[in-house]
C-alpha cells in the first residue's frame, strides 16, 4: 500500500508540472481526485484494511491529498499569471491614445439663463424663493387682488383641478404665475423682504409659435420703507446690463395689473439695432420686456404687511421670452420639444 501511495504520489506532482494549460491541469485533477479518481479510489478502500494497517494509510493517504490540492493551486495560479502575461503581449495598447468619446449632456438653454438670472440677483441681495405649482383659488387669485369676477378665473386661461384645497380658499389650479408665493413669502418672514421667484407656470392657451401652456417667469419683489419705482428703474437697469453684457436702458409707460398701483410696462432698448429701429424692434428702437408696478395696498394687506408702513414693488417677465430674445429663437415650442438638434447649439 505504501510503495502504491507513493508511486501515484510521484506520478501526480510530476503531471501536474507538465501541465500547460488549465484544462490538462482540470483532467489532471479528475484523474487523482475525481469521483473515481486513483487517490479517490484508494481512500474508499481503506475500510476493507486490517486494523493495524488503516491508520498508517488513512494518515498517508491524506498527506498525499494535501500536497496534490497544493500542487494544484499554485499550478493554476502559474498558469493564470500566464494566460494573462500572453494576452497582454499579444493585445498592444497606446495608453496615450485618446480614450472613446461618449456624448454626454448639457444644461438646458432655460435652466442655463435661469441660473445667470439668479446670481445676478443674489449679488444684489435677492433671496431665491420657490413654490408650489399646484395652487389654490385663493393664493393664486384672491389674495393677489383678483376677485372671482376677473376675467382670468375664467376656464379659458386657467387649468382647474377638480378638487377643493379646502373651504377657506377655494379649488385647487396650475398656478397661473408665480406670484403666490410672493403671498407666502410675506406671511412667512414680513417685512422688509427681497425676492425673485422663478419657476414654471401654466395657461389654458392653444399653441402655437409664440404661445404655449406650460413656460417660465421670474417674478420680484421689494418691500420696505420709502420705497419707490426709482429704485425699481435703477434694479432693472443694473440687472440687464449684466445680464447682457453691455448697457441696457429701459422706459416705463401706463399699464394696469389688478395687483400693483400705478401699474406700468417696462420696455428695453433694443440690443439689436443699438435704439436706431429694427424688424424685431418694429423700428421703434424698444422692445416689450415686462409689467411691474408698486405693490397694491390689497396684498401687502393679504401677506400680513401693513401698507400705512412699507411700500414695495413688483415686477414679473417671461424667462421663457427672455432665453427667446437672447438666443433669436422664433419657436417657443422648440424649447420644450426635446429636438436634440435644437437643444446642441446651446
Given at each position: 500500500m505504501k510503495e502504491l501511495l507513493a508511486k501515484i504520489k510521484i506520478q501526480a506532482l510530476e503531471e501536474i508540472g507538465k501541465a500547460q494549460n488549465q484544462d490538462k491541469l482540470y483532467q489532471t485533477q479528475v484523474k487523482y481526485l475525481g469521483r473515481k479518481g486513483e487517490l479517490t479510489l484508494i481512500m474508499h478502500g481503506l475500510?476493507?484494511?486490517?486494523p493495524e494497517e488503516k491508520p498508517a494509510a488513512g494518515k498517508m493517504c491524506n498527506e498525499i491529498k494535501v500536497a496534490m490540492e497544493a500542487a494544484f493551486d499554485q499550478k493554476r495560479d502559474q498558469l493564470s499569471a500566464s494566460e494573462?502575461?500572453?494576452k497582454l503581449n499579444d493585445a498592444w495598447i497606446d495608453v496615450t491614445a485618446p480614450g472613446t468619446p461618449y456624448k454626454t449632456g448639457h444644461i438646458h438653454p432655460l435652466s442655463q439663463v435661469q441660473q445667470e438670472v439668479e446670481n445676478i440677483f443674489s449679488a444684489m441681495g435677492f433671496a431665491i424663493m420657490d413654490g408650489p405649482e399646484v395652487e389654490s383659488e385663493y393664493f393664486n387669485f384672491e389674495s393677489l387682488n383678483v376677485p372671482s369676477w376677473h376675467p382670468a378665473r375664467d376656464m379659458q386661461d386657467t387649468f382647474f383641478v377638480n378638487q377643493e384645497a379646502d373651504k377657506k380658499h377655494g379649488k385647487l389650479v396650475l398656478r397661473t404665475q408665480t406670484s403666490p408665493v410672493q403671498i407666502r413669502t410675506m406671511q412667512k418672514y414680513g417685512a422688509p423682504l427681497r425676492i425673485i421667484v422663478p419657476g414654471r407656470v401654466f395657461r389654458n392657451?392653444?399653441?402655437?409659435?409664440?404661445h404655449e401652456h406650460t413656460f417660465n417667469q421670474v417674478e420680484g419683489l421689494l418691500i420696505d420703507k420709502d420705497i419707490s419705482l426709482a429704485h425699481l428703474k435703477g434694479v432693472m437697469e443694473e440687472f440687464l446690463t449684466r445680464l447682457f453684457g453691455k448697457p441696457t436702458k429701459i422706459r416705463f409707460r401706463p399699464g394696469y395689473f389688478p395687483f400693483v398701483e400705478p401699474g406700468l410696462e417696462m420696455d428695453m432698448s433694443c440690443l439689436l439695432c443699438g435704439e436706431k429701429g429694427c424688424r424685431v424692434c418694429k423700428h421703434t428702437g424698444w422692445l416689450e420686456f415686462m409689467g411691474a408696478g408698486m405693490v397694491h395696498p390689497n396684498v401687502l394687506k393679504a401677506g400680513g404687511i401693513d401698507p400705512k408702513q412699507y411700500q414695495g414693488w413688483a415686477f414679473?417677465?417671461?424667462?421663457?421670452?427672455?432665453?427667446?430674445m437672447r438666443y433669436g429663437i422664433d419657436d417657443i415650442r422648440l424649447l420644450h420639444g426635446g429636438n436634440l438638434r435644437f437643444l446642441e447649439q446651446f
Open positions: 475500510k476493507d484494511l486490517s494573462i502575461n500572453s392657451e392653444a399653441t402655437d409659435a409664440r414679473g417677465f417671461g424667462l421663457t421670452r427672455l432665453v427667446m
